[in-house]
């Protein structure tokens, strides 16, 4: 019993750590590269995400970028969701995201390219 205390607080340990670092996530789909990040790692209140989209190295510029947070229904709170669509910012792709409140969020990123092929990042975050 003591060591599955001892192991259950490393892994609560070793989330922690894993949510402190900032978001570096990527996808490879049909030749584009699109790549998730964070300034760093993601607080209340706000935050800037960034979305790279390449192909042969080059940097795609039109493509559409979204990104979803959600938070299924908790007891005594209802199901949360926001969405924001990125901007195109020099030759990548900025979102704004702020939040209203702690816990875990769950998000799904949707960039569309010109091919009109999808391409999704997904993910959580414990606030
Ligand atoms: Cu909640």
Redesign the pocket.
Known sequence: MKSFFKLFSILILAFGIANADPISQSVNKNGYDVNLTSEKSLVMGSNVLYVKVTKDNKSVTDAKAKIKFF?PK?PG?PY?EFEDKAKLVGDKYKLDVNFS?G?TWQYQLKVKTSDGKIHKIRGSVNL
């Open positions: 938070m908790m709170m949360m409140m816990g």
